[in-house]
């Protein structure tokens, strides 16, 4: 049996349960400028179109 006094340490990575992934950032950046380019799109194109008429 260990002892009680002494410390008990434990990785990050076993902690969570899962491997740290950094793939993940780069997909929540690319949708985000995805999402902003999309809505600008949707609100430029019928101005540009309102004001040529």
Known sequence: M???NE???IT???AR???SNTGLRYVLG???GFA???MSLVWI???L???AH
């Open 2 to 4: 260990a002892d009680q």
């Open 7 to 9: 410390a008990f340490r």
């Open 12 to 14: 990050d990575e076993a």
């Open 17 to 19: 349960g899962a491997v």
């Open 30 to 32: 690319f949708s985000l």
């Open 36 to 38: 902003v380019i999309a």
């Open 45 to 47: 194109i019928p101005a």
């Open 49 to 51: 179109t309102r004001a």
